[in-house]
């Protein structure tokens, strides 16, 4: 028979505020804004929302686990938030809501790309197998979205939605690990300016490589 102590180590812990699962994600990533993967602890999270550590570790284990959670939502929402229905099927339009909403995302969290490496592409364990899996499927599936949006014409040329993919992330990506030499090559553009003009370019850049030209007016 359990006795009141045992009943009470059980489920959820008790804490001093409202908060579940989503709110500690949200926090985590307001950490990781000026924190880095490594240095935040499970205690720093605790402390922030002012609830008991054991809450971070029943709804997600540990540490690692809230993290994978936070990098995962920020996955989300670059790639389910990668084509509006208003962009309908404007190739030019769907590239360039994908390239700005991953520029966004580093921009505004500037550990993402590490977060990424960390808790997906070098997970060990089965979920993270899992979550990698699906990352991938579905950023191909965006990628032969945009070559299926193609307006019809003669000569386009073959090209795999793999590489497409892993060539746009990385060009993306790339933007924010690299603030340092943007600073020193763009000394006289602002960083709003600056991210705009680099993703209308690779839009336009990426647009040409599929093969697909711009009206000209």
């Known amino acids: 028979m359990d006795t009141p102590t045992e009943k009470k180590k059980r489920g959820r812990p008790a804490h001093k505020v409202a908060i579940g699962r989503e709110g500690l994600i949200e926090a985590t990533l307001g950490l990781l804004r000026d924190c880095s993967p490594t240095d935040l602890t499970l205690l720093d999270i605790a402390r922030h929302v002012n609830v008991d550590p054991a809450l971070v570790r029943y709804y997600f284990g540990g540490k690692d686990g809230l993290l994978r959670a936070a990098t995962l939502q ?32 580093g921009r505004q969290n500037p550990h993402f790309v590490q977060l990424v490496l960390r808790e997906i592409y070098q997970g060990q364990d089965p979920q993270t197998g899992e ?16 070559l299926q949006a193609r307006p019809a014409a003669e000569g386009l040329p073959a ?28 000394t006289d553009s602002t960083d709003d300016a600056l991210a705009e003009q680099y993703s209308r370019f690779l839009t336009d850049l990426l647009l040409r490589g599929i093969g697909v030209s711009k009206p000209t007016h």
């Not at 793999?162 to 030499?181: D, E, M, N, Y």
């Open 74 to 105: 920020l996955l989300d929402v670059t790639q389910l938030g990668s084509q509006a229905a208003e962009d309908g099927q404007d190739i030019e339009k769907m590239l360039y809501r994908r390239i700005r909403l991953i520029i966004d995302i």
């Open 159 to 186: 090209i795999d939605p793999r590489l497409l993919h892993v060539a746009l992330v990385g060009a993306c990506t790339f933007f924010a690990t690299a603030q340092p030499l943007f600073n020193v090559l763009f």
């Open 131 to 146: 979550a990698l899996d699906t990352i991938a499927q579905r950023g191909v599936a965006l990628s032969e979205a945009l």
